[in-house]
């Protein structure tokens, strides 16, 4: 079988363009990567937690580490350092445990009701063998 010129033209033209890219995909940044750190805030006194994903993944609502309740909602700060709690992330809030009482979320604005402490590093409870 003959090659036609026009065959190899095809094949050529095909390889520039992946290479092309590949090149391209080495070469771009993400411009936005996965985030690797939440906060948490405990829905009862309002400390803030600050978990790191890459570690370990958080089920919300989560458990706090020293009371083994789940009380802790994921919390956002804008641009402007105020934190509060989504829409979504409310939703949640029928999710606590029954004996939990939400002194720190306002429920219609997500709002954080009580002065912002420096988050704690998350620690999630180990499960017993």
Do not use: F
Request: glycine share 6%; proline share 6%.
């Amino acid at each position: 079988m003959k090659v036609k010129p026009w065959q190899i033209a095809v094949i050529v033209l095909g390889l520039a363009i992946g290479l092309g890219s590949v090149i391209y995909s080495a070469a771009s940044t993400d411009a936005s990567p996965v985030k690797s750190i939440e906060y948490l805030v405990d829905v009862e006194t309002g400390d803030l937690y600050r978990a790191d994903l890459r570690m370990r993944a958080v089920l919300l609502p989560a458990r706090h580490p020293e009371t083994h309740r789940i009380c802790l909602v994921r919390i956002r700060q804008d641009d402007g350092g105020k934190w509060s709690v989504s829409k979504r992330d409310r939703s949640l809030l029928s999710m606590l445990d029954k004996d939990v009482v939400n002194k720190a979320v306002d429920q219609e604005t997500g709002d954080l009701l009580m002065p912002a402490k420096a988050p704690v590093e998350y620690l999630p409870v180990k499960k017993s063998p």
